[in-house]
């Protein structure tokens, strides 16, 4: 069964510091893995998409890595700031092939709160 | 700017009643997507289309729940009738779909239902 996990399931850091949110997934044949962030009573916003032959990508203060060898990812936020606090989503897309859609499969998410 | 949109923001409403939410997707893009998120389960895809043709409903319940669009810049869900278990926010998102390689998604600010 095609599988996102995601951890950990909460995270609680202080102002300024690193952190880094971990993602597994079992799902095959991959396409492309994809983090989102959603802010509360908002919908999800892209952060970072990566093919399968990319291994990292930045976007500001975020760095996401992808391990396709072993279906891993993680995401990585530099010197947090309080408007960080979020979910933040893990999603990987099966590769349908051709033109067709590649279906989604959602991680639950990891809960990310930053204090001052 | 262009963004998705979804209306109405919040809806409550009582068991048996029926609810349409409705989403305009960004002028351009083709394909355009259901989902809906609670606590438990995360983000689920209640459907999928591609240039105004349902490709994909199988997540939603078919007895209840149907999805249109009867131009490309309005869909439409459906749920009659309503249940308290429908309670969750729903999200529309669009993309180009086949146009772009990554099939990047943009999520509206969603619709928060609740059932009494």
């Known amino acids: 069964k095609n599988q996102v996990e995601q951890s950990p399931q909460s995270l609680i850091i202080l102002e300024g510091k690193n952190c880094t949110l971990q993602?597994?997934?079992?799902?095959?044949?991959?396409?492309?893995l994809r983090w989102y962030k959603q802010d509360t009573g908002r919908g999800p916003v892209s952060l970072t998409i990566?093919?399968?032959?990319?291994n990292t990508k930045s976007n500001g203060r975020y760095t996401a890595t992808l391990d396709a060898d072993t279906k891993q990812s993680s995401l990585h936020i530099t010197a947090s700031q309080l408007s960080d606090s979020a979910s933040y989503i893990c999603?990987?897309?099966?590769?349908?092939?051709?033109?067709?859609?590649?279906?989604?499969?959602f991680g639950q998410g990891t809960i990310l709160t930053v204090h001052p | 700017d262009a963004r998705v949109t979804q209306t109405p923001r919040h809806k409550v409403t009582e068991m048996g009643q029926e609810v349409t939410m409705r989403c305009q997707p960004i002028?351009?893009?083709?394909?355009v997507f259901w989902y809906r998120q609670t606590m438990m389960q995360g983000l689920e895809l209640l459907a999928y289309?591609?240039?105004?043709?349902?490709?994909?409903d199988s997540g939603m319940p078919k007895d209840r729940f149907s999805a249109e669009m009867p131009d490309a810049t309005l869909a439409t869900l459906k749920i009659q009738p309503s249940e308290p278990r429908d309670s969750a926010v729903y999200f529309c998102?669009?993309?180009?779909?086949?146009?772009?390689?990554?099939?990047?998604?943009?999520f509206g600010p969603g619709t928060r239902l609740t059932v009494l």
């Open positions: 998102a669009s993309g180009l779909g086949i146009g772009d390689r990554r099939n990047e998604q943009f």
């Open positions: 993602c597994n997934y079992t799902v095959s044949p991959f396409s492309n």
């Open positions: 990566m093919t399968f032959s990319e």
């Open positions: 999603v990987v897309i099966l590769n349908a092939g051709g033109t067709s859609y590649g279906k989604l499969t």
């Open positions: 002028l351009g893009h083709n394909t």
């Open positions: 289309f591609r240039n105004r043709a349902p490709l994909d």
